[in-house]
């Protein structure tokens, strides 16, 4: 079932996207053909009390506005090539923005994602901060949501929940008193890791991929339904930071939690069965862990969930959605 999000998007923007670079409103970026690499495009705003709170450290703010955008990037096999930044400011603090800009600055040198230009407006209402990121594929080489095929492994990076458990900590929904876990947990939540170091891995092995913004059950779903496919995920090879798991066995958080939270970041791809050790040994070579945690079945049924027993979960929420 859509999210209200994708409803809105279906009924009054897809029908208006008709070139074939849009892809229907239906993935992570666009795409515009060239005569040598295509050039994939994508956007991300972050919104003020909810993408990160008013309190956050500006420079964490920047940082996060231009990595959920890298994150896309990533998940679709490009190299980033550049960005463009609208910021809505309620007022013109020199100290607030001269952090920002720092953050900013440090992350556009390393990962390679030059500021291009943009806009600067005032605004009576949150802080909002818009940006566009360009990346480049060789021709006809992007990976969408769409390819995954029964049969294909489901493979996950790095580690899934931990920004959910950030945000719990950061709105007093939860109270870790071990000051190292709190941290950790917070950092996920205010300074995403995109892998961009996986995106050529991504390119060469995937049959289908996307970043795993809003959860990764709801994302799963959403891949899913663009192959016109179904899937089996083990829940317990779902893989977790030691802080999540130990809240987990605490009892403190739920699976349901975790996997439905959004803003991990992470990519979510399907790999054929006789590639997934290539893709593994890849990805290990460029430091970033990834595992197998299902696999790709024919149907148009919702994912299952099954946990250590075989037993399906029940999952009542799959995903963060705005509306």
């Known amino acids: 079932m859509p999210s209200g999000e994708d409803d809105l998007i279906g009924r009054y923007f897809k029908p208006i996207a008709t070139d074939p670079g849009a892809l229907g409103l239906a993935d992570d ?65 020199e100290g607030w923005l001269a952090s920002f800009a720092r953050g900013l600055d440090d992350d556009a040198t390393t990962f390679g994602c030059p500021l291009l230009g943009g806009d600067t407006v005032a605004t009576p209402g949150p802080l909002t901060i818009s ?35 950030g945000l719990a900590i950061l709105t007093e929904k939860m109270t870790v008193g071990d000051v190292a876990i709190r941290e950790s947990l917070l950092n996920r939540y205010r300074i995403p890791q995109p892998r961009i170091g996986l995106a050529g891995a991504v390119r060469r092995y995937a049959r289908a991929a996307m970043d795993v913004s809003d959860g990764l059950a ?17 829940a317990v090879s779902v893989p977790l930071s030691d802080a999540a798991r130990g809240l987990l066995e605490q009892g403190r958080t739920c699976l349901e939690s975790v996997v439905s939270g959004g803003d991990d970041y992470e990519i979510l791809c399907t790999i054929a069965e006789n590639r997934f050790g290539d893709f593994a040994r890849t990805a290990l070579s460029v430091g970033v862990a990834v595992t197998s945690i299902g696999t790709i079945v024919a149907g148009d049924t919702a994912p299952k969930w099954l946990g250590a027993e075989g037993k399906e979960i029940a999952l009542s929420r799959l995903s963060y959605s705005h509306f």
Request: proline share 5%; hydrophobic share 45%; glycine share 10%.
């Open 29 to 93: 970026a666009a795409i515009l053909k060239g005569d040598r690499d295509d050039l994939v495009i994508t956007t991300d705003a972050i919104v003020e009390d909810v993408h990160f709170l008013s309190g956050d450290p500006p420079e964490t703010v920047a940082r996060k506005a231009l990595r959920v955008n890298l994150s896309d990037l990533a998940a679709k096999g490009a190299t980033p090539a550049g960005f463009v930044m609208s910021l809505a400011l309620r007022n013109a603090d």
């Open 131 to 165: 940006v566009t990121a360009f990346g480049r594929v060789p021709p006809g080489e992007m990976i969408l949501r769409s390819g995954a095929e029964p049969g294909d492994r489901i493979v996950v990076s790095g580690t899934i929940g931990d920004a959910a458990l």
């Open 218 to 234: 709801g994302d799963l779903a959403k891949l899913c339904a663009a192959s016109g496919v179904s899937a089996v995920i083990d």
